[in-house]
């Protein structure tokens, strides 16, 4: 059974969370731009398990991990105006429930802006490099789409 398409008008909501979303996307890339002209010309680019630089690579390499997770995070906006798009474990069938989901997708668009900066100054200008924030920007990922399936799926 394909999932029922809904549309999803321009709601107060929704524009603040893109103004904002805009306001950050363009403050992060001015954070990036700056921190390249000062990075030297070889940083850290990988780390082992224990979250220590363990590869580098020229500082202009930051750039695909930057561009990548800023365009998913403009994807992930859009699809919430697609709501019948979004997969999760959990059955979508009530207006509060795409409601929650449409929040999700939008709160999910700001915290991959924060992959992008926390990627970026972890590795064009922390003075000792680590994938713990990283890891901890990931672990808010996660704990955003545990938190909003729980919501979601007690919304029924």
Not at 73 to 90: C, E, K, R, S
Not at 107 to 131: E, Q
Request: proline share 5%; charged share 15%.
């Amino acid at each position: 059974m394909k999932p029922e398409k809904i549309k999803v008008n321009r709601t107060l909501e929704g524009t603040i969370f893109e103004l904002v979303f805009l306001v950050l996307l363009i403050a992060v890339w001015v954070f990036i731009i700056i921190a390249l002209q000062k990075a030297p010309d070889v940083v850290p680019t990988h780390f082992d398990d224990l979250g220590r630089a363990a590869s580098y690579d020229s500082k202009y390499s930051i750039l695909f991990a930057a561009i990548f997770t800023s365009v998913a995070g403009v994807i992930l906006l859009g699809t919430a105006y697609f709501p019948h798009t979004i997969n999760i474990p959990v059955k979508i069938q009530t207006p509060r429930q795409y409601a929650l989901a449409i929040r999700m997708i939008r709160v999910l668009s700001l915290v991959m802006l924060a992959l992008t900066a926390v990627i970026a100054y972890t590795s064009l200008v922390a003075v000792s490099p680590s994938a713990v924030p990283i890891l901890a920007v990931v672990g808010l990922m996660f704990a955003v789409i545990i938190v909003f399936c729980v919501l979601i799926f007690k919304a029924r």
